[in-house]
């Protein structure tokens, strides 16, 4: 039997709402691990389960703090000889966040799933305890090794560097805009669909010491104030993602400041507030990196670890071409 830590750190898979047919308004982590584990029948045959609180929050109230602390404890638990994976249970509202987090630092080639729910345990046709039986499946599959920090939700499983929340309420709110899901699972069966191409975990540059710098993102919109990015420079950001229009595109007014602040040693990045698609660089934008893929919340984190491991301009316009 695999030996599989779960780790819980709140989030709605964890919520309590006043009735059984409240699915949108409830108390996020208010159960705790043991009381998750107890609704999913079965779960002890499928692992040697073992289990651990690290935290009872919202993921709204995540930050880089709350990442590094939990990727110290995961590095911990997967140095453990007698741990063969991880199963962490997570709020969806910044889960992908925390995910491509984690693949970017963390040393391991084993499987690290992330899990959560879009409905809170009391209601009707929760989602957790599935997803929570189905990402430790996942978390024992010979074929989860090595391939980085996986998300198993509504019976798809996904890369992290892909994987996006695109959906309010939805149990199927999670997918992979531009990858599709790598693998599915029903009745305990795992079909792999596709391997993931960017490096990852002990492929990366960084790891869980990586300091993480401020980085700020701004969102394109018609009549966009450049003093925001003024703004964003002088009160401490040494690095910005622009979250342009279309292909990561600015209006002519903030051309001219994202071009000033680059000047100024602003790491400028490029990203596209559409939730699909690829970027190509622009050539009137000198001195940006471009996102490619990424989204913008995955931009900035791969800024913000490139900045604080105090990489040269041009190794973090490699990375962003690499991870
Ligand atoms: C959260 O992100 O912690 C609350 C929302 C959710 O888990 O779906």
């Known amino acids: 039997m695999q030996r599989i830590r779960i780790v819980a750190t709140g989030g709605t898979i964890a919520g309590q709402g006043a009735a059984p047919g409240r699915t949108a308004d409830y108390q996020a982590a208010s159960l705790d691990i043991d009381q998750l584990c107890a609704a999913v029948p079965g779960l002890d045959a499928e692992a040697d389960i073992t289990v651990e609180q690290f935290a009872a929050i919202d993921s709204k109230d995540a930050d880089p703090v709350f990442w590094q602390a939990l990727a110290t404890r995961l590095q911990a638990i997967l140095d453990e000889p007698n741990t063969d994976g991880v199963v962490l249970t997570h709020g969806t509202d910044t889960l992908e966040e925390t995910a491509y987090y984690l693949t970017l630092t963390l040393k391991t080639a084993k499987p690290v799933v992330l899990t959560g729910a879009m409905r809170p345990a009391t209601a009707l046709s929760a989602d957790g305890p599935l997803n929570l039986l189905n990402a430790v499946i996942v978390a024992c599959h010979p074929q989860a090794k090595g391939r980085g920090v996986l998300v198993a939700m509504n019976h798809a499983i996904f890369d992290a560097r892909e994987v996006a929340k695109l959906d309010t309420l939805r149990p199927d709110a999670f997918a ?148």
């Open 176 to 323: 992979a805009p531009n990858a599709g899901p790598i693998g599915l699972i029903h009745d305990g069966r795992i079909v792999w669909l596709a391997r993931a191409d960017a490096p990852h975990t002990l492929g990366t540059c960084f790891d869980v010491a990586t300091p993480l710098a401020r980085v700020d993102i701004l969102v394109a919109y018609p009549g966009f104030p450049v003093a925001l990015i003024t703004a964003a420079c002088t009160q401490g950001a040494q690095g910005v993602v622009w979250a342009g229009t279309g292909n990561g595109t600015a209006s002519h007014t903030v051309e001219e400041a994202l071009s000033a602040a680059v000047l100024a040693g602003t790491v400028v990045v490029r990203a596209s507030r559409i939730s699909r698609g690829v970027l190509i660089p622009s050539e009137r934008a000198p001195g940006q990196i471009w996102a490619g893929t990424l989204s913008p919340w995955k931009a900035r984190i791969l800024l913000m670890l490139s900045i604080g491991a105090k990489l040269e301009h041009s190794e973090i316009a490699a990375a962003f071409a690499t991870y």
